[in-house]
T-cell receptor, first 114, second 112 residues
Framework: EAQVTQNPRYLITVTGKKLTVTCSQN?????MSWYRQDPGLGLRQIYYSMNVEVTDKGDVPEGYKVSRKEKRNFPLILESPSPNQTSLYFC?????????????FGQGTRLTVV | SQQGEEDPQALSIQEGENATMNCSYKTSINNLQWYRQNSGRGLVHLILIRSNEREKHSGRLRVTLDTSKKSSSLLITASRAADTASYFC????????????FGAGTRLFVKA
């Protein structure tokens, strides 16, 4: 089954404790992306990747890191989480760079930083 | 910055009625997509319309695009209680980069 898998689904952590949210897709998609969703703000793009070893900042990259060592995986790293990073996070992938193809979303990771 | 802005923010209708949601954006785009989200779950793609298209249909969905006004509308005909969800437009700005920009969404509630 074609899917985007995020883990964990729920995470509560303390300020400053490094964490990684994993994302994996099994569709051989080129483009992968991370979003955060906050009430009233919709989805805001954090980082995106056009292919292996090629990443770029979205609209809200501060406090986040990503890597794309393999085509299927695109982990999101919070080196020193802060309470303002409490949010619902989504990973997505699509076939090609440059839009024009639908994005497939993971089920989301609800992160709480206390 | 948010490019796509949907209105209304929330919409409540009776089952069987039509629901219309609008999306406005600021810069030139390559294409515009509509997505649906059920209660905090992952988004599901509904329909894509390219910048050189004016209208597109998929089942009970009809999307229009007016690039001169930088706006799009999503019409759901003969709505059902199961259509209750949030709907988002997403654009790929024609700015040389590869960002995707989502609006804040319209929450649709269909009463049975």
């Amino acid at each position: 089954e074609a899917q985007v898998t995020q883990n964990p689904r729920y995470l509560i952590t303390v300020t400053g404790k490094k964490l990684t949210v994993t994302c994996s897709q099994n569709m051989n998609h080129e483009y992968m992306s991370w979003y955060r969703q906050d009430p009233g703000l919709g989805l805001r793009q954090i980082y995106y990747s056009m292919n292996v070893e090629v990443t770029d900042k979205g609209d809200v990259p501060e406090g986040y890191k990503v890597s794309r060592k393999e085509k299927r995986n695109f982990p999101l790293i919070l080196e020193s989480p802060s309470p303002n990073q409490t949010s619902l996070y989504f990973c997505a992938s699509s076939l090609r760079v440059g839009g024009g193809t639908e994005a497939f979303f993971g089920q989301g990771t609800r992160l709480t930083v206390v | 910055s948010q490019q796509g802005e949907e209105d209304p923010q929330a919409l409540s209708i009776q089952e069987g009625e039509n629901a219309t949601m609008n999306c406005s954006y600021k810069t030139s785009i390559n294409n515009l997509q509509w997505y649906r989200q059920n209660s905090g779950r992952g988004l599901v793609h509904l329909i894509l319309i390219r910048s050189n298209e004016r209208e597109k249909h998929s089942g009970r969905l009809r999307v229009t695009l007016d690039t001169s006004k930088k706006s799009s509308s999503l019409l759901i005909t003969a709505s059902r209680a199961a259509d209750t969800a949030s709907y988002f437009c997403a654009t790929d700005p024609d700015t040389g980069g590869f960002k995707t920009i989502f609006g804040a969404g319209t929450r649709l509630f269909v009463k049975a």
